[in-house]
Each structure stands twice: as structure tokens, then as C-alpha cells.
């Protein structure tokens, strides 16, 4: 079915209602729904708590009917107002204070001046025309610092006045369940009449933080950032009314006022505003009116079963099916940060939650559809569901609190904190964690290299280290001051910047692609991710490539190795800051005998950020620098100023040419929503940088060493590989007794013979660990043999290869999800909870766990341990999940395997 076929129109549906009314079934209009057991909804109503139900009405029974209608805006609210005096707060929002016992004022809460006021007057005016060609008005100051900022305290005070209405509508008729008092629902009654009065002539306006204007057309569909009864399109059912009108429906007071007014009120407030509303907002395809979509759908839902419109509760739950495919990866994880994929599946826990058990009337049947509800049972339908809820959580730090990639806030929690920590992954999404421990030993190594779809960071194969109870190489995540900027782009990250240019910034071209994931190995585990495309602006780079490898030394303690290769451009700088939450202090085991303010160039200049969205150069955030040529390895700890016994240090092997770069950036978190205080945070600022001609190759190699206590690393030192190439890295590292040899290559079968150290290398990754000269571990990752010391560690096959021929999948009736090869692989669990690397037709990849093989008719069924989401036939595969592209070419698979010991 086309998302076309799902959206009915109104006329559509009014064309079946009298069809349907023409043969006997019953046509299901407003104000006809008084035969439902009420409420329809469950709003969880104690009727223990008589007392409190009634205290939380006081105030609104004190008034007048007249002065609680007054609460009631005649006009679209505006929900930004900035302080014109202290300019304090961001984005223009929470900035003033309201009373309901001075309604007709603001107080700032940063400054606590008044408004409006004789200093800073409300004397400017806009005016437009509604839809119904009125004249609206509204009066305006204009701020005499910024231009381009107006503020509306009078749009904002109706925000205000219809906040506190809303909300006390709903208590009244709360309190009127528990009572069944007629007062209450008399007021109640009164304020939804008010309501459907004075909406239709509501102005459509675009609202942002610093725009409120009419806008250029008052016909839906109306501009994402805009509408009559919200600040975004996405928004613009409501929600308290319907509650409201579900909670005192059968009420006597409805049919009193009708008689009052002369009217059905019923039947105005169903008609001239619930599906006036609906109708106004379901006409454009619903991909485009925003990101918080889901909240119109849980609206919806609500709305079509309080007025018992069918046809509104389908379309909404039509569309939470269609939207779980498209916003959401296979592996479960929404197209865009932690903090709105929990924000956007709370609206489908709801809505599922509200529809639960819900039926149609009695002969109804959808028109377009052909499917009826009869005790709707939502994750039924869409088993997926119950993956996607809580599908990011499997990376959450070990405290609870949500990794802070993209747009999500730090800090916020998700999930309880956890005793053990192991390697995870997000493999849709792009998001794997090599994990280990117990306790305060717990130790994340997370590399990212999702694309950025919608509230994304220019951030590919960004790195954030958890260790030692503490987030200390971050991700500054969201934020709404006026240095966001550095917080979201490439070079407020983890990585290398090419040419000091940003990555790619948007859709498809911005996503990197997954090389490994081997969770636990012996201990050890390993990720690596290429994401080269993000640098298709600068035109050479063919190589941009991470590799990390998380490494046990005890119980306590592990190090990590990061491998990141670069090739293209001219400038390479290997980017790491520390801790956003806390201060920490920086030190460099060599000399840097250099000083600068900044890292701008001689002919670039610094200009002061406004607000969030202004732009400037990333490279003027890096300040107080210390500076020096270097060579061979540096260290450079990063120690907390309130514990310097806990902290990080990191062992540098950057090869020829490198210049160390240390100093501070903003680490903005602690700047909560203050404009004022963006630049009053920093963090330890590390910048690596590499120049040459281009094509430029270099290979960072760092080792990261987490410690509460005692360090635990001796010596790290790079090391030279025979036959060696600029595919090539090998380094040693000395820790208590014991000498890691680590040599990385880049190589492909037939694997040519690595030698360093004493070690033999035939294969993608060699980890020898060494006592005394004694051979006491020995790890080898898509390889043929490793050799030390008369000690050999072989792998019957370095690889699996082959390609996809068939896929099928249980929701479609299949017994299992597999994909399905004419590759001879061996049978039963030896494969089992191994990650195959699929490389499909457009050069994307994407990682599967496997369950198992079974062999069928000749051919190898890989079964997964989850949904694929392809459909293949031929060699066109269709992604039935985000992004839902359509591929040509053939799916090739990898299957790298590993052995210790």
C-alpha cells in the first residue's frame, strides 16, 4: 500500500459516509459519538484523591466565567521571547517568568526586570490577514542590540495565558470525574466553546527564535516551523482539549449550553476545530512536516477516539506503521540522536498504549484500506516496535546516561546504572561500543560513523572514552548557546579534519561504513570503520579509515589502540579533548617551546557567536596553545584538577613532520541554556597536526591509557615493519612485566609475511603478548598465522567471502531472517555470534550477528539474530527500513574470522 493510499482526505472520507449511509451502515460524524462508554481513554484518574483533584481548581473557580475565558487567545501565541535588557537564557525560551495573578506581565528570570515597561516599549507593530482575510495585529519591541530580534511580549503572554488554561481545563475535568460536580464541567465546557470560537480566525504564523512572522500563505499546508495552534507543523493537533472533551462529554452541561448559545456545541467544537484541524493537517505527506510528526499521530489518536472518527484513529496508526520503516534502521535505532529517537518512541508508546484494545463502530471498515479494528493489539502488528523502544540503551554509559552522539543530551538517563560492561553495537545506526569490566572498572571505547541525517554533528568516526567512572575523552552533545556550532561540526570532535574543512554534512554521503566488529576475543576486542566519503568535498581523499582496539591488562585495567589512517588533502589534524563535565589540567611529556592565541590563520579573524545559530570559525575555539615539532612518541596526560591521581594519558606515534598543538576549547555542557556563559568552559584541547602535498598520507596511531591510581604503561614506541607500506602500523607496548607487539595492516588474502619484533604477521591484525621473552598470549583477526618465539597461532580460513543471492525474513512467513548464499560455509553454530560484513551493490555496508547455518538445496542459509530488512531479487535489493533505498548490483559478504589463545 503507497503512503498516497494511506492519507485519506476529508473529502474522500465525507464521499464514503454517504455512501455508506445510502446502504444501511452508520455514518460516524461529530457530536454523534454519545452512545461510547465514557471516557474512551484511560487517564488514570485515583478517585482516592478527591481533595486534590478539587485543590487544583481553586484558583480557576475563584474567577469569573468571563475573566477564566479571557485565558483563551484570540489569536496565535508566540512561544520565544528574549530579556531586551540582560539578554540572558538562549534560544528565547523559559527566558521570561509569568503569573497568573499579574497576567498581563513578564518578569525575566535572569535580571527580573518587568515587561512591558516605559524602557523598553512593546511600540513596534506586524499585521496580516487570517484565512477568513481579518486583519491581526500584533505589537512588538524592537531590540536595539540585534537587528534582526524582535520581541513579542504580548504573543508571548497569550502562550503563557493558553498554557495555564489548557492545563486547567484539564484539572477541572479531572476533578469533575472524580466528583461528577456540574460545576466543573460547566467550565470546562465553556473554555472548549471559547476555543472553537475563536480558532478559525487564528493567523498562520512561522515562528523560530528570532522570527515570528505571517505566513505567505494561510492555506494548509502550513511551513514546518509554523502553524495556528503550534510552533511546528508537527504539533498542531492538540491534545488537552480532546482530553478534556473525552473526561465531560456525556455531561448535562454541553446540552445547557447548546440551549444557551443557540447552537450544538458539541457539534461546533467537533466540527470547527477538532476536524477542522485534522483536515488541515493531513493533507501534505507527512515526511515533511517535521521530524516530531509522531505527536500529530499520537493526537490523532486521541482525537479519532474521543469523537469516534475511525477514520482518523487508522490514519494515525497507517502512519506509525509507515514511520517506524521509514525513521528507523533495522537495528531499531531512530535516523537521528538517542535524545529524539526516545522523545519520538515515547509519542509511539503512547499512542500504541492509547489504542490498545480499541475497536471500530459497529460496521465500519476503512475505505482505502479494507481493514477493521477489532480489539487492536498495536505490537502485534508491529512486532519492531518493541526492538526500536529502547534500542540506542545498548551503548549508554555505564552510569545509565545516554551515549551523547549527535543532538542528545549529556547526561540524560536512560537506563540503570549497570555492574558490567561489553562490547556492543548499533549496526543500522552506526554506532559500535568495545566494552569491558566491573564496577569502577567498567571501560567504554565507542567510535561512531553514522551519517547525518536530521539533528546530526559533522562528527564521523568521532571517539569517546568512558573509563574510571568517568566520561574522559567526550562528545559534547547538544546544545542551545551560542557556541553550538563547535559542539555539532568536525572540528568540536574526536578524529582528523582534512584541510581544516568540515565533513560532509548531510544525508547518504555522510555515513561511514562498517569493517569490523569482533566483541570479545579473548579479551580483546576490536572495531574498525570506514567513512571516506565524508571527505568527497576534498577531492583526493581516497582513505579515512579507524581502527580501535580495546586491550585487558588486569582486572582493573585495559588500554586502548587507535589506528586512524588518512590519504588526501594536504593538512591532517588529529583532534582529542577531554572531559566536558569537569576541569581537568593538560601536560605534554615533551617541550612545546611555542606560544599562540588561537589556531586561526594569519588571515582569518574571530567573530563573536550571537546565538545557536551562528556561524563562525571552529578554529578560533582552540585557544592558549602551546606549540612544538615532535618525533618519535609523546605522551600527554589529561588529569582531573579535583583528583589528579585519576585521569588519561594518551601515547602519540604520529610519525615524520607532526606538530603538537595543546591548549583549551569550550566544553560548552556546563553552560547549560546560558548565551552568557558559552565561552566559560573549556577542557584540555589537543591538536595533531600533519602538512604535506597532496595526496598526504598519514597514520595517527595513540594509545590510551585510563588510570585512578597508579599508571600502568611503561613505554609505547612505533615500531618499523619489513616489508613496511603506508598500509602499515606495528607498535609495542610495555605494561608491568609483560611487552604487547600489535602490527596492522591493511593487507588482503594472499597475505604477504609482516616481520617485526621477533613476530611473523600473515593477516589483517597480530596482538603477541610476551613475558620475559615467553610467548603468554597470542590474538590473530582475519588472518592466516602469527608467529613468535617458535609459537604459531593459525586460522583455518582468514575469511568467508561470497555473495547474496536471496534474503528472507519471519514476518514475511519465513521460519527464520537469513540471507542466503551459494557460498560453501560450515553448518550448525560454528559461525555462531559472528558479525558478517554485508557490502551492497552502491558501496555501503552493514553488519549482521549470526545465529547460524543450515544448508538448503545446495545453497547456505545465514541466520541472523535479528530482522535484515532487505528484500532482494536479482540484483536489486530494496532496504525496507531507513533510509529505504532502492540498490542495484550485487550484495557481497565478508565473514572475518578470529582466533586466540
Not at 572495531?527 to 581516497?542: C, Q
Not at 596492522?744 to 597480530?766: C, K, M, N
Request: charged content about 20%.
Amino acid at each position: 500500500m503507497s503512503v498516497s493510499q494511506m492519507m485519506v482526505s476529508s473529502t474522500t472520507f465525507v464521499l464514503a459516509v454517504v455512501l455508506t449511509a445510502f446502504i444501511g451502515v452508520p455514518a460516524f460524524a461529530g457530536g454523534q459519538a454519545l452512545g461510547l462508554k465514557r471516557p474512551v481513554l484511560d487517564h488514570r484518574i485515583d478517585p482516592e484523591k478527591v481533595e486534590q483533584y478539587e485543590a487544583a481548581v481553586v484558583t480557576a473557580m475563584a474567577m469569573s466565567e468571563e475573566e477564566l475565558l479571557s485565558f483563551v487567545p484570540e489569536k496565535t501565541p508566540t512561544y520565544f521571547c528574549h530579556c531586551p535588557n540582560c539578554h540572558g537564557g538562549s534560544q528565547g525560551l523559559g527566558v521570561m517568568g509569568w503569573d497568573v495573578a499579574n497576567p498581563q506581565q513578564l518578569t525575566c528570570n535572569y535580571c527580573g526586570m518587568v515587561f512591558p515597561n516605559d524602557q523598553y516599549p512593546a511600540d513596534q507593530m506586524i499585521e496580516g490577514e487570517n484565512v477568513l482575510g481579518e486583519i491581526v495585529q500584533y505589537s512588538y519591541h524592537q531590540d536595539r542590540k540585534y537587528d534582526d530580534l524582535r520581541i513579542f511580549y504580548e504573543g508571548y503572554i497569550l502562550e503563557k495565558k493558553r498554557t495555564w488554561i489548557q492545563a486547567r481545563a484539564y484539572d477541572l475535568a479531572k476533578a469533575y470525574a472524580v466528583t461528577g460536580k456540574p460545576e466543573y464541567a460547566r467550565r470546562v465546557a465553556l473554555i472548549l466553546d471559547r476555543i472553537a470560537q475563536v480558532y478559525p480566525h487564528y493567523p498562520v504564523m512561522k515562528q523560530w527564535i528570532r522570527l515570528f512572522e505571517f505566513a505567505p500563505s494561510q492555506e494548509p499546508p502550513y511551513p514546518s516551523n509554523g502553524g495556528r495552534w503550534d510552533r511546528w507543523t508537527s504539533g498542531e493537533l492538540p491534545e488537552e482539549p480532546a482530553l478534556c472533551y473525552d473526561l465531560i462529554y456525556n455531561s448535562d452541561e454541553f446540552d445547557k449550553l447548546s440551549a444557551e448559545r443557540g447552537y450544538d456545541v458539541r457539534e461546533r467544537l467537533e466540527q470547527e476545530f477538532f476536524i477542522a484541524i485534522f483536515d488541515a493537517n493531513n493533507t501534505p505527506p507527512l515526511e515533511e512536516s517535521g521530524q516530531l510528526a509522531t505527536r500529530n499521530l499520537r493526537r490523532a489518536g486521541i482525537i479519532g477516539q474521543v469523537i469516534n472518527e475511525p477514520r482518523i484513529v487508522h490514519w494515525s496508526f497507517n502512519w506509525l506503521k509507515t514511520m517506524a520503516h521509514q525513521r528507523c534502521f533495522y537495528d531499531g535505532s531512530l535516523s537521528m540522536a538517542p535524545s529524539y529517537h526516545y522523545q519520538i518512541m515515547g509519542d509511539f508508546r503512547t499512542s500504541f498504549n492509547l489504542m490498545r484494545g480499541y475497536t471500530d463502530p459497529l460496521g465500519y471498515v476503512h475505505p482505502e484500506t479494507e481493514v477493521r479494528f477489532d480489539n487492536l493489539q498495536p505490537e502485534e502488528v508491529l512486532p519492531f516496535i518493541l526492538r526500536a523502544y529502547r534500542a540506542p540503551s545498548i551503548v549508554d554509559f555505564p552510569n545509565g546516561t545516554s551515549s551523547p552522539f549527535h543532538d542528545t543530551w549529556a547526561g540524560e538517563r536512560r537506563s540503570d546504572p549497570r555492574d558490567t560492561t561489553v562490547s556492543t553495537i548499533l549496526p543500522g545506526f552506526g554506532h559500535a561500543s568495545l566494552g569491558r569490566g566491573q564496577g569502577s572498572n567498567q571501560m567504554q571505547a565507542q567510535l561512531h560513523f553514522s551519517g547525518a541525517y536530521k539533528h546530526s554533528h559533522r562528527d564521523n568516526l568521532n571517539l569517546t572514552l568512558w573509563a574510571k567512572e568517568r566520561e574522559m575523552l567526550c562528545d559534547i552533545g547538544y546544545s542551545h548557546v551560542r557556541s553550538r556550532l563547535w559542539a555539532a561540526n568536525t572540528m568540536g570532535h574526536n578524529l582528523v579534519a582534512v584541510d581544516r574543512e568540515e565533513q560532509v554534512g548531510s544525508g547518504d554521503p555522510s555515513a561511514g561504513d562498517l569493517v569490523w566488529f569482533f566483541p570479545d576475543s579473548g579479551g580483546v576486542s576490536v572495531t574498525e570503520a570506514d567513512s571516506t566519503r565524508v571527505y568527497a568535498n576534498i577531492g583526493n581523499v581516497d582513505r579515512y579509515r579507524r581502527m580501535l582496539i580495546m586491550v585487558p591488562v588486569s582486572d582493573a585495567d585495559a588500554y586502548v589502540l587507535d589506528v586512524f589512517r588518512v590519504r588526501g588533502g594536504k593538512t591532517h589534524d588529529w583532534l582529542l579533548h577531554g572531559d566536558a563535565d569537569r576541569d581537568m589540567n593538560a601536560s605534554c611529556s615533551v617541550e612545546l617551546p611555542h606560544q599562540r592565541p588561537d589556531m586561526l590563520e594569519d588571515d582569518e579573524e574571530w567573530v563573536e557567536p550571537v546565538d545557536e545559530s551562528s556561524r563562525f570559525n571552529l578554529y578560533g575555539c582552540i585557544r592558549d596553545v602551546a606549540y612544538g615539532a615532535v618525533q618519535g612518541t609523546v605522551t600527554i596526560t589529561f588529569a582531573y584538577v579535583d583528583e589528579p591521581s585519576r585521569g588519561l594519558r594518551t601515547h602519540i606515534t604520529a610519525g615524520d613532520n607532526a606538530v603538537v598543538n595543546l591548549g583549551v576549547s569550550p566544553s560548552i555542557r556546563r553552560a547549560g541554556k546560558f548565551d552568557s556563559e558559552a565561552f566559560d568552559y573549556w577542557m584540555p584541547q589537543l591538536l595533531v597536526r600533519r602538512t604535506g602535498q597532496a595526496p598526504l598520507q598519514s597514520t595517527f596511531g595513540a594509545v590510551y591509557e585510563p588510570f585512578a591510581g597508579d599508571t600502568f604503561i611503561t613505554e609505547v614506541s612505533a615500531i618499523s615493519v619489513e616489508p613496511g607500506d603506508d598500509g602499515v602500523y606495528a607498535v609495542r607496548v610495555e605494561h608491568g612485566n609483560a611487552v604487547d607487539t600489535i602490527i596492522s595492516t591493511l593487507d588482503q588474502a594472499p597475505y604477504p609475511e609482516r616481520q617485526i619484533d621477533g613476530v611473523s604477521l600473515h593477516g589483517r591484525l597480530g596482538i603477541v603478548r610476551r613475558e620475559g621473552g615467553t610467548v603468554i598470549g597470542m590474538w590473530l583477526f582475519e588472518g592466516e598465522s602469527l608467529a613468535c618465539a617458535g609459537q604459531t597461532l593459525a586460522g583455518d580460513t582468514a575469511a568467508f567471502t561470497g555473495t547474496i543471492q536471496a534474503a528472507i525474513r519471519s514476518v514475511d512467513g519465513a521460519l527464520y531472517d537469513a540471507l542466503i548464499t551459494d557460498a560453501d560455509l560450515p553448518e550448525g553454530d560454528q559461525l555462531k555470534d559472528v558479525w558478517m560484513v554485508v557490502t551492497h551493490g552502491n558501496g555501503y555496508t552493514h553488519g549482521y550477528l549470526i545465529e547460524r547455518v543450515e544448508r538448503h538445496e545446495g545453497l547456505s542459509h545465514i541466520v541472523l539474530s535479528m530482522d535484515h530488512g532487505l528484500r532482494i531479487d536479482g540484483e536489486m535489493t530494496e532496504e525496507l527500513y531507513f533510509p529505504q533505498r532502492q540498490i542495484a548490483g550485487v550484495n557481497a559478504f565478508a565473514i572475518p574470522l578470529q582466533t586466540s589463545r
